[in-house]
């Protein structure tokens, strides 16, 4: 949709990178302002985040190159490490929690008391990447008549140039007979990065009212939100149209198994730890 926000000479400034930036610095934010209650040093989390973020970029573009290896040369060496262009599968990311577990151990921090914090504020930086998704133009949905549907532009906009995006005019003018010197729009598709926008600010939404209100036993976040964005992402690839890779048969894309496993993982690890707490004696996450 507009892939680049600005550009000074040599200088461009990405959607989907500044998108990326602003949901991990809002995260991270957040994450430093509440765990001064738990008399965790703000530093320690600063520094954790930094080597969190790129553990999570690592995890997030080797996915993406599994998945698929056709998007990258080595006749463009950059692009293999060029994440502010978008191709990062977010599975991958998950890299980062044995990271956290890890690290947060070293700082002698108790880790589920940390875990809620943290986790509760994973869908909400992950929201605004879906949001530089959309921007990018990746990510996007199958053609659809619905009203709320939406046409990606090409990429440039100028008919007398090559085009270069976006995604789904590309794949439209492969497909469907656009034409890259007349079409300067794809046919409208479901606009499955704002569902996913959505789907993730309402997870937000649950997990910090949960938290703050009614939490049902100290660890729970991590799990409830592995398996709420588990399930939601398994339902949103029927809605997708960039060809997600399949093979497992042609019935369910990777995307989907690996979502389906990701849930029952989060369900197992939920009731994992209820079972521990119940069997506790101290449940109380207000400690470090």
Not at 18 to 25: C, D, R, S, V
Not at 62 to 69: E, F, G, K, V
Not at 238 to 256: A, E, I, T, V
Request: hydrophobic share 45%; proline share 6%; net charge positive.
């Amino acid at each position: 949709m507009l892939p680049t926000l600005l550009e000074l000479g040599p200088i461009k400034i990405n959607s989907y990178g500044l998108m990326l930036a602003i949901g991990f610095i809002l995260g991270v934010t957040l994450v430093r302002r509440e765990c001064k209650r738990l008399g965790i040093n703000p530093d320690i989390i600063a520094d954790g985040a930094f080597w969190t973020l790129l553990v999570g970029l690592f995890g997030s573009r080797l996915a993406h190159i599994l998945l698929y290896p056709s998007s990258y040369s080595w006749r463009d060496p950059l692009g293999w490490v060029a994440f502010w262009r978008g191709g990062l599968v977010f599975q991958g990311a998950l890299l980062a929690i044995p990271f956290v577990y890890w690290y947060v151990r070293r700082k002698k921090i108790d880790f589920w008391p940390f875990a809620d914090i943290a986790a509760s504020y994973i869908p909400l930086g992950h929201a605004f990447g879906r949001l530089g998704c959309f921007l990018n133009g990746c990510c996007y949905g199958k053609r659809s008549d619905v009203f709320w549907a939406i046409p990606f532009r090409r990429v440039p906009f100028d008919l007398s140039k090559e085009p270069t995006g976006s995604p789904a005019y590309l794949d439209h003018c492969a497909r469907f007979g656009l034409s890259y010197w007349e079409d300067k729009w794809s046919f409208p598709v479901h606009p499955t990065q704002l569902y996913s926008a959505v789907g993730l600010l309402l997870i937000f939404a649950l997990l910090m009212v949960l938290r703050k209100k009614h939490p049902p036993f100290c660890g729970f976040v991590l799990p409830m939100y592995l398996t709420l964005y588990g399930l939601g992402r398994f339902v949103l690839e029927f809605f997708r149209g960039d060809h997600n890779p399949s093979h497992f048969g042609g019935h369910l894309s990777d995307q989907q198994v690996f979502s389906l496993l990701l849930a029952v993982v989060g369900t197992v690890l939920f009731f994992y730890l209820r079972r521990k707490a119940y069997h506790s004696r101290d449940n109380n996450c207000d400690k470090a």
